[in-house]
């Protein structure tokens, strides 16, 4: 049973700084997943911000280049989010995801992302 859970969303005031985590169970740890950072605001498509492949090779910021930083913590089976100099837009719901296994990271689209967490919200202002 996979289980991906945010945490560490809340009020920032923009240029001020959040960190989100996501304790990930339940994935194999003989195969390759790729994880993501999703976000989504009202009215907007869901789009992606990050993404991290299993030995960290691949990482990619899709949004926010400059700004936003993702990290794993194997040992402790955490992804992270760093996000610095918030600003308004920065403004929704995040969410961590794990593509199927063997999905290739560098090429996958969000159909591949088929494990996700219930999602954390962030509001700047």
């Known amino acids: 049973h996979v289980q991906l859970v945010e945490s560490g969303g809340g009020s920032a005031q923009a240029g001020g700084s959040l960190k989100l985590s996501c304790a990930i169970s339940?994935?194999?740890?003989?195969?390759?997943?790729?994880m993501a950072w999703f976000r989504q605001s009202p009215g907007k498509e869901r789009e992606r911000v990050a993404i991290?492949?299993?030995?960290?090779?691949?990482r990619d910021i899709d949004v926010a280049q400059g700004r936003f930083t993702t990290s794993k913590d194997d040992a402790n089976n955490t992804l992270y989010l760093q996000m610095n100099s918030l600003e308004p837009e920065d403004t929704a719901m995040y969410y961590c995801?794990?593509?199927?296994?063997?999905?290739?990271?560098?090429?996958?689209?969000?159909?591949?992302?088929?494990?996700w967490g219930q999602g954390t919200q962030v509001t700047v202002s």
């Open positions: 995801a794990a593509a199927r296994p063997g999905a290739y990271c560098d090429i996958s689209r969000e159909s591949d992302f088929v494990y």
């Open positions: 339940g994935l194999s740890a003989t195969s390759k997943y790729c």
């Open positions: 991290i492949s299993t030995d960290g090779s691949i």
